[in-house]
């Protein structure tokens, strides 16, 4: 019960900030989160999850946590074409400009994940 009251807070405080700007990347990925990871009766919603991860890359595009976590719940839909062309915007980001070591493993992973995509037809 007290998980419950928490993520209750925790998507109160989210949604305060998304009024205050709908365009702070953070809030719109970590709301998205919430949607894709919490069951039904928590508030768990799939469909809007992926429209607030969405909502996120597009308002930082180099959001790189952001487009991974995009990516994997694209994956877990089975819509491969999209997850791929995130993780190839990942990886062509990081290779057209110098990465910064924090992006690094996200890079790593965002490689792993499409080498391990079926491949195309």
Do not use: C
């Not at 949604?15 to 009766?41: D, I, K, T, V």
């Not at 062309?85 to 996200?106: D, F, G, K, M, V």
């Amino acid at each position: 019960m007290a998980s419950a009251l928490t993520v209750n807070t925790l998507k109160t405080h989210v949604q305060r900030a998304l009024e205050l700007n709908p365009r702070h990347a953070p809030s719109l990925h970590m709301m998205g989160m919430m949607l894709e990871e919490l069951p039904w009766f928590l508030g768990g919603d799939p469909e809007m999850a992926i429209t607030y991860l969405v909502r996120a890359t597009k308002a930082k595009p180099d959001y790189t946590r952001a487009r991974l976590d995009l990516a994997k719940t694209y994956i877990k839909r089975h819509n491969i074409r999209a997850a791929r062309e995130e993780l190839r915007y990942i990886i062509r980001e990081h290779s057209e400009s110098p990465a910064a070591p924090s992006w690094q493993p996200h890079h790593q992973e965002a490689q792993r994940l499409l080498d391990s995509l079926p491949k195309q037809p």
